[in-house]
């Protein structure tokens, strides 16, 4: 093979360890920039902090610690609620812990849906929460797509300081990191926003303007088109 690409530094240095190739072009994910039109965006008017959470049901995309932030959150008054969007082989367990900890009415469990309905959806919520925790001895998440489309909906994201999420994210500039495993962190920044949305407008901005500067389809095309020339 003449030419490898990788989407991130982590992905990269995984194929070199394997294969001792140190020629590999990192070429991040690109997505399509959403241009909703505003009149089909369901403006809700309440206090309520909505979070979403998009992905597969398994262990080690942690969406049993963003349960645990939201119960935390609960406990302290917050008006908060959770959609899952996914499903998975941790469904059932998860669907246990809801209801350990009383929150049937505050997590719903919305299902495999389609990319064009998961990203008109996401722009009715607030936050997005990505809990990866490692897996194996060095696995962590290289370069979720998720995390580009929440960015992109101008939702605050909250991520693990793991992977490649740590490189599209730069905490408290253009969305929040935070150590993995840790729902108190979690559960900390939802609260902050509860209080204050206004003071995070900033940071969904700049959200924004990421992807379409560095992780549009474009940009990656362009990336593409210079590997195609070097072969």
């Given at each position: 093979?003449?030419?490898?690409?990788?989407?991130?530094?982590?992905?990269?240095?995984?194929?070199?360890?394997?294969?001792?190739?140190?020629?590999?072009?990192?070429?991040?994910?690109?997505?399509?920039?959403?241009?909703?039109?505003?009149?089909?965006?369901?403006?809700?008017?309440?206090?309520?902090?909505?979070?979403?959470?998009?992905?597969?049901?398994?262990?080690?995309?942690?969406?049993?610690?963003?349960?645990?932030?939201?119960?935390?959150?609960?406990?302290?008054?917050?008006?908060?609620?959770?959609?899952?969007?996914?499903?998975?082989?941790?469904?059932?367990?998860?669907?246990?812990?809801?209801?350990?900890k009383g929150l049937i009415n505050k997590v719903n469990f919305l299902g495999v849906l389609s990319q064009q309905e998961v990203r008109k959806k996401l722009l009715s919520y607030d936050i997005s929460l990505i809990p990866s925790?490692?897996?194996?001895?060095?696995?962590?998440?290289?370069?979720?797509?998720?995390?580009?489309?929440?960015?992109?909906?101008?939702?605050?994201?909250?991520?693990?300081?793991?992977?490649?999420?740590?490189?599209?994210?730069?905490?408290?500039?253009?969305?929040?990191?935070?150590?993995?495993?840790?729902?108190?962190?979690?559960?900390?920044?939802?609260?902050?926003?509860?209080?204050?949305?206004?003071?995070?407008?900033?940071?969904?901005?700049?959200?924004?303007?990421?992807?379409?500067?560095?992780?549009?389809?474009?940009?990656?095309?362009?990336?593409?088109?210079?590997v195609y020339k070097l072969v």
């Amino acid at each position: 093979i003449k030419q490898l690409v990788a989407v991130s530094p982590q992905t990269a240095q995984y194929v070199t360890d394997i294969s001792g190739r140190k020629d590999i072009q990192i070429i991040p994910n690109g997505i399509i920039p959403i241009k909703p039109n505003l009149r089909e965006c369901e403006v809700i008017k309440d206090n309520m902090v909505r979070c979403v959470f998009v992905g597969s049901l398994i262990s080690y995309k942690g969406v049993h610690i963003a349960i645990e932030a939201i119960s935390k959150a609960v406990s302290q008054g917050i008006e908060v609620g959770l959609d899952i969007i996914g499903d998975g082989p941790e469904r059932k367990k998860l669907i246990s812990q809801v209801r350990e900890k009383g929150l049937i009415n505050k997590v719903n469990f919305l299902g495999v849906l389609s990319q064009q309905e998961v990203r008109k959806k996401l722009l009715s919520y607030d936050i997005s929460l990505i809990p990866s925790i490692p897996y194996g001895e060095k696995g962590e998440e290289s370069f979720p797509y998720a995390c580009l489309e929440s960015m992109d909906a101008g939702l605050l994201t909250i991520a693990s300081r793991v992977g490649g999420l740590s490189k599209i994210i730069t905490d408290n500039y253009n969305g929040c990191l935070v150590e993995h495993s840790n729902s108190d962190a979690i559960s900390s920044i939802i609260s902050s926003y509860y209080i204050s949305k206004n003071e995070y407008d900033q940071i969904k901005k700049k959200a924004k303007e990421t992807i379409e500067q560095n992780y549009s389809a474009t940009a990656m095309a362009g990336k593409y088109l210079d590997v195609y020339k070097l072969v």
